[in-house]
């Protein structure tokens, strides 16, 4: 399989509303894509990439938080609602943003509703670095990336460094 290319911020198709996936959506080729983007997130190496970031524009996440990269997530049509109105800081970085990272705040604990890579419904409760990555990856679904919660300052400072090494 080969790897996908990942869109680098600040590519206007990172600004891309994905659509959602119908049941005619789950078809080998499908099983393909979430297949290639296992195999890129892992290679990058991510935690979590969503569709978006590979020029797909559809409601589909692929995650693995765990250290020995033995528990994929796909979602498909994820969403998710808060558990409590706690949020925390936590350092976050994009394989859509490489080498640079900042604290993004966060609910604490989540419900995630989406389905499975075979269509089936799936729901889970997370808390911690999931409920974060979770966060993360459905902004990217909805044309968001995460220096979008910084200062417009910060925005412009990062717009125009990796502008420049787009360039170079």
């Known amino acids: 399989m ?10 206007p198709r990172l600004r ?3 659509t959602p996936l119908v049941p005619a959506d789950f078809t080998p080729a499908l099983q393909q894509q ?3 983007m296992f195999e890129t ?7 979590g ?7 797909y524009h559809k409601q589909l996440i692929v995650m693995d938080v765990s250290e020995e990269k033995d528990q994929p997530w796909v979602l498909i049509n994820p969403t998710y609602e808060a558990l409590e109105p706690t949020q925390e800081l936590l350092q976050e970085g994009c394989l859509s943003v490489p080498e640079y990272y900042a604290d993004i705040e966060r609910y604490l604990r989540i419900k995630v509703t989406s389905l499975d890579r075979h269509g089936n419904p799936q729901e ?8 974060h990555c979770v966060q993360h990856e ?3 679904l909805k044309g ?5 919660y910084l200062s417009r300052l910060k925005q412009d400072r990062l717009r125009k460094k990796y502008l420049k090494l787009q360039r170079a």
């Open 124 to 131: 889970f409760e997370c808390d911690g670095l999931l409920a």
């Open 138 to 140: 459905c902004d990217h």
């Open 34 to 36: 979430i297949d290639a």
């Open 41 to 47: 997130m892992y290679q990058a190496p991510g935690i």
């Open 144 to 148: 968001i990336v995460f220096v979008d």
């Open 2 to 11: 080969s790897l996908l290319t990942i869109l680098e911020y600040p590519d």
């Open 16 to 18: 891309i509303k994905a």
């Open 49 to 55: 990439l969503a569709a978006t970031q590979v020029d």
